[in-house]
């Protein structure tokens, strides 16, 4: 492995107040250089620049702890978790919870798999297929703590794609952008539809950058109705209103 200065990650993650052993910041470096490598076959991110990716991913990833206690374990859901953001470096950093990350190409998830196994990581896996798919078996709906996803989807349509998978009393937290106040009004009823509630929104900057970020905060407080999540495409093509 190249030699990496993790001074500004371990920075980063101090602002955090998370605090990684030499194995957990190994396996970081070598998810880095894995990303790479495989980026060159195929798209996984636009994003491979070392400190960039360091910022913009993985602390990017684990800033939900910002709005998440994740000193006590949970089944936590990573949907569209595409190159494994943020559910590999939620798993490297807290490596007691149980994650699943679920994307719908399959040369996504052979690169994550190749990524769990070279780390050695317990307790994570990755599946194929689409979220309205998944949403109707009984193994996967309302059977996690939590759902998080860094998926690009306005908030309505990411709602009806995630909370069908959050059993009541859970958390659904999307990662969004700085600005969030319009498309958090417009998703009000399909969250509430959708048996959520708003709990609260989290704004912040990533260290040492003018990237603003929004944590929303919603907690499901009842079933999702069968109906929910409707037929592929339409989620995205006619969001609830």
């Avoid at 371990?10 to 955090?16: I, Q, T």
């Avoid at 910002?66 to 949970?74: G, H, L, R, T």
């Avoid at 996690?144 to 998978?165: G, H, I, K, Q, W």
Wanted: one cysteine or more; a neutral charge.
């Amino acid at each position: 492995m190249a030699q990496y200065d993790t001074t500004w990650f371990e920075k980063g993650l101090a602002e955090l107040e998370i605090t990684l052993n030499e194995k957990q910041i190994e396996q970081f470096l070598t998810y880095y250089e894995l990303l790479v490598e495989w980026n060159k076959v195929m798209n996984l991110t636009a994003i491979t620049e070392y400190e960039e990716v360091i910022t913009k991913h993985f602390l990017d990833s684990v800033a939900s702890v910002k709005v998440c206690d994740y000193s006590k374990p949970m089944k936590i859901l990573d949907l569209g978790t595409g190159a494994g953001f943020p559910g590999i470096p939620l798993k490297i950093a807290f490596p007691d919870q149980e994650i699943v990350l679920l994307d719908s190409l399959n040369k996504r998830v052979k690169f994550l798999n190749t990524v769990i196994e070279t780390l050695g990581l317990k307790g994570i896996r990755a599946i194929h297929g689409r979220a309205e798919d998944y949403a109707r078996h009984a193994d996967y709906r309302e059977q996690f703590d939590l759902c998080v996803s860094r998926a690009v989807a306005n908030l309505s349509t990411l709602s009806e794609y995630c909370l069908p998978y959050v059993k009541t009393g859970g958390h659904f937290i999307p990662y969004k952008s700085g600005r969030i106040q319009e498309e958090l009004t417009e998703a009000q009823t399909a969250i509430k539809i959708l048996g959520g509630s708003l709990e609260k929104t989290e704004k912040f900057q990533l260290a040492d950058t003018d990237m603003e970020r929004s944590f929303v905060v919603i907690r499901k407080i009842q079933p999702t109705g069968k109906k929910f999540p409707r037929k592929a495409g339409l989620p995205s093509k006619e969001p609830i209103k």
